[in-house]
């Protein structure tokens, strides 16, 4: 494949996403495909690492469907963060380049019935150009603090109660995750009043637990707004997220755990330290379709275009 042709008006865009068992992820997914196509005028598909569809492959067969002499694809990965998937997956489903040797199987040759071997082969003798994920924007600071504004509305307690920040992540075998939350919430943090920290969901830490532990003990709070920093509900946020926060009993979780969700690059080991505070929790919800996310996008293809 030719990723260094001229730039040409016969181009489409890739939305790649990771793909969830749960509904919530792909009706969001859908929506953000929707106002990028309102908001830029570019034929435009999601595109699934797995589990969900249209495939990455059949992204490109709907937009070469879609787009008479299509010859050039921007695919970019609606992650917020660079690791694993970005770097290593997705450009392997792509037909591209691992832009890295692959810590989880540094020779190449996955198993039989590993998604990377049953992937469905691109085929496109056009320019696929593989963008970055969306990284540590100052942007993603105003939907941070919409989300906390939103939660604060339903708060139960008077204005004047002592609230402190956390904004909670996935975290990741490789260094990405952790640079990235440690870039935003240095950010976060320069204009935020208001006690904080950062902490991650698994792999790295510091954990969620640590974080609120450290966090209340040092501030004597009754109020914690929780903010997942993430694109869509999902697994994580729904279950994962909350059980640690001590929203969900053990049972519940387990029961959740007890489907696949397609997570079969890592194992789910969150930190079993218990939260140790006794206030009020919010937890708005993620990033989703935000007007805000949807800008960024654009923004992030016109540069290429």
């Known amino acids: 494949m030719d990723t260094n042709s001229k730039l040409s008006n016969n181009a489409a865009v890739i939305l790649v996403s990771h793909g969830s068992t749960l509904p919530f992820a792909e009706e969001v997914f859908t929506e953000i495909k929707e106002k990028f196509i309102d908001k830029s005028g570019i034929a435009t598909e999601i595109g699934y690492m797995k589990v969900s569809e249209p495939t990455i492959a059949g992204a490109v067969e709907i937009l070469k469907d879609e787009v008479d002499d299509l010859d050039r694809i921007i695919a970019l990965p609606v992650f917020l963060a660079p690791g694993i998937h970005t770097n290593i997956d997705i450009p392997q489903l792509l037909g591209l380049e691992p832009l890295e040797v ?116 040092e501030n004597d709070l009754e109020r914690l707004v929780v903010i997942p920093v993430f694109i869509a509900p999902g697994m994580h946020t729904t279950h994962d997220i909350p059980h640690i926060l001590g929203f969900l009993d053990d049972h519940e979780h387990e029961h959740s755990h007890g489907h696949s969700h397609g997570h079969d690059d890592h194992d789910h080991v969150h930190d079993l330290t218990p939260v140790d505070f006794d206030g009020e929790i919010l937890y708005p919800e993620p990033i989703k379709a935000d007007d805000i996310l949807i800008d960024i996008l654009v923004d992030m293809v016109n540069e290429k275009l």
């Open 102 to 217: 692959d810590p989880r199987c540094p020779d190449g040759n996955y198993p039989d019935e590993h998604y990377l071997s049953i992937a469905d082969d691109v085929v496109f003798d056009g320019e696929i150009e593989l963008l970055t994920s969306i990284g540590p924007r100052d942007e993603l600071l105003d939907i941070i603090n919409k989300r906390i504004n939103e939660a604060l509305a339903d708060s139960k307690l008077d204005d004047d109660a002592k609230t402190g920040i956390l904004l909670v992540t996935h975290g990741s075998r490789l260094n990405y995750n952790k640079e990235f939350a440690t870039e935003l919430y240095s950010k976060f943090e320069k204009n935020c009043e208001l006690p904080s920290s950062f902490g991650f969901m698994e792999l790295c830490g510091p954990s969620i637990p640590e974080s609120i532990n450290k966090l209340v003990d």
